[in-house]
């Protein structure tokens, strides 16, 4: 990353002013602007999450905030009520008074002298949640919003329950935020009333993971700030990025294909980080798009932010399996539209261990069943539901986990094989239990047999027709059941075959069901759909469309003790029991 300190505006910076709520709440916020915004009111834009901006964030947000500010905005990180130096206590994840406190917030920055009342909203992950939940909310000073690795889908394209099955980010997760919602303020800025601010904390504060676990089913908990229960209560603009190698990889193109506000979509070989701090590379310079998006959005600057594609992202070539990569070979390529024109969907029947040409028409009956009931050790390479770059979290070579598994190949490819969005595996089945579950993975696989893992998808059997009213299965009954894989780019050359793999298993991953089940699937009635980018087709952006990462210089930082690391332990697990019907 290029660090920057020429910036076109003189900035200042408020390291603690306090924002009043309507019941008597005071949220910390951390400001950076324009020293000339005391005369000359600018535009302020939100950052607005729980990861204490004293400490857990501080470095990441000197990267950008002063970045921003040095453009001529107002960057504003506000701690979430119950967070770092904001008072109250954070019981939950995006109720009610979360985004009824951002909307005060949102009011209180347009009222300021400094700004000229028009507002945005950024962030990755919560702050993106925040930042779409709000934007549907419709505050009148809020213009624009650009968001990064979030979902609109909070119950199944979330770290919970993913096709209906548990995930074990979901315990990971509660576990994390009981630590972040528990920890005290800094003395240093709120001061004496430190320790009745913590105590109130901890006295009110229980693992979120005990009401996740009580909302198994798609009810009114999740649809709550579910922006897909209602695509068009969003009317400002919407800037969307994600990363392949994140877990939310799938909300970037159902947004750019629901809304009907000017939008754009970026995704990149990222994992669960900003695109300009993007890991495995190659990093962008995204803070510039940003600079773009909000001197169009929230100053009327006709930049020509709105041409080109809707949709650019990287088209990831093949590499050997491995739990970690620097940079992702690729390309860049753009879409006009999403759904896009150029894309046809190319359908696959399943035969004996084999995935067959593509056709046109309905198939042949159905023919022979084939079995597997997948030990439990299926799914320990499969990395995490949600990669952060950190060793050992992205997948690694497949083939152990393909011995466990119900194998179909293509055969070897004599040319190039390209797909782009979300494949997806529909099965002519049976179970011998009531309750099962189907984990699909789509690889590629090398000449040598190295095995990569490009996306997968999971299906709780139960769930195969509503997440909202789950049904036992009938053993041995015939049922047809879907199951979307995660949206992915990805090139396929020339000699390597694509592999579909099927599990009843997916472990530690996905909880597994309650016992081990035979599943059957009848041949040439089960298809594989794949999204095919046709080669030929242009490629729609420049070879190099986005300029080199840059950023203010982070904050300087010493190191007190060296950091330990934790392995997987089996603890938790015990302490757990997900319903698979409930």
């Known amino acids: 990353m290029r660090y920057v300190t020429n910036l076109p505006y003189a900035t200042k910076e408020e390291e603690h002013v306090t924002i009043p709520m309507s019941d008597g709440v005071r949220l910390s916020a951390h ?5 000339s915004s005391d005369q000359e009111p600018v535009p302020a834009v939100m950052e607005y999450i729980p990861y204490r901006k004293r400490d857990l964030t501080a470095v990441r947000d000197s990267i950008h905030h002063p970045y921003l500010a040095g453009h001529g905005y107002a960057c504003v990180r506000v701690d979430l009520r119950g967070t770092g130096d904001s008072e109250g206590v954070l019981r939950d994840e995006y109720l009610e008074r979360e985004q009824a406190d ?3 917030v949102l009011a209180w920055l347009a009222e300021q002298p400094w700004c000229d009342g028009g507002t945005g909203m950024m962030g990755i992950s ?14 009148p000073s809020l213009k624009a919003i650009a968001i990064a690795s979030f979902t609109d889908d909070r119950h199944a394209d979330d770290m919970h329950y993913m096709g209906g099955a548990l995930l074990s980010d979901n315990l990971a997760e509660a576990g994390t935020m009981f630590a972040y919602a528990t920890c005290p303020p800094d003395p240093a800025v709120v001061g004496d009333r430190w320790r009745e601010m913590w105590q109130e904390r901890l006295e009110n504060t229980e693992p979120w993971v005990l009401e996740w676990l009580r909302h198994q089913r798609r009810d009114d908990y999740w649809r ?3 922006v897909c229960e209602d695509y068009s209560s969003v009317r400002c603009p919407v800037l969307a990025s994600s990363g392949w190698a994140d877990g939310y990889s799938n909300a970037v193109t159902r947004l750019l294909g629901n809304l009907d506000v000017p939008r754009k979509g970026l995704i990149g070989p990222w994992s669960h980080k900003f695109p300009h701090l993007g890991e495995p590379g190659p990093a962008i310079g995204y803070l510039q798009e940003l600079v773009r998006w909000w001197d169009h959005w929230l100053k009327g600057v006709d930049n020509g932010v709105m041409d080109g594609p809707m949709l650019r992202t990287w ?6 399996p491995s739990t970690a990569y620097e940079e992702r070979p690729g390309r860049w390529v753009g879409e006009p539209d999403w759904p896009s024109p150029h894309i046809q969907q190319a359908v696959h029947p399943l035969t004996r261990h084999t995935i067959g040409p593509p056709r046109d028409a309905e198939g042949p009956e159905s023919g022979e069943a084939m079995t597997v009931r997948s030990p439990l050790s299926v799914g320990q390479f499969a990395g995490k539901w949600a990669s952060y770059n950190a060793p050992p979290d992205l997948p690694y070579d497949q083939r152990e986990e393909d011995g466990g598994s119900l194998v179909f190949d293509t055969e070897p490819l004599t040319e190039q094989l390209e797909i782009l969005g979300s494949p997806t595996v529909e099965l002519d089945l049976s179970v011998s239990e009531p309750v099962a579950m189907v984990a699909a993975r789509l690889s590629d696989v090398s000449p040598d047999g190295a095995a990569t893992r490009v996306s997968y998808g999971i299906l709780n059997l139960t769930r195969r027709d509503s997440t909202e009213s789950p049904e036992p299965l009938e053993p041995g009954r015939r049922y047809r059941a879907t199951i979307p894989l995660n949206g992915v780019a990805q090139a396929f050359p020339p000699g390597h075959r694509v592999r579909l793999s099927l599990s009843t298993s997916y472990w530690p991953l996905a909880w597994p069901p309650p016992r081990p089940a035979l599943l059957s699937v009848h041949e040439h009635s089960s298809t594989l759909t794949l999204p095919v980018r046709p080669v030929e087709e242009p490629d729609e952006v420049p070879a190099s469309p986005f300029g080199d990462p840059e950023g ?19 603890g938790i697990w015990s302490a757990i029991t997900p319903s698979w019907t409930s």
């Not at 088209?315 to 050997?320: A, C, L, Y």
């Open 126 to 139: 919560w702050g993106a949640f925040a930042a779409l939940q709000v934007a549907a909310r419709r505050p």
């Open 102 to 104: 951002a909307e005060e």
């Open 315 to 320: 088209m990831q070539e093949s590499v050997p």
């Open 31 to 35: 400001i950076w602007r324009p020293t």
């Open 224 to 226: 709550h700030a579910s």
């Open 552 to 570: 203010t210089p982070p904050l300087a930082t010493s190191q007190v003790t060296a950091p330990r690391s934790a392995g997987r332990s089996s």
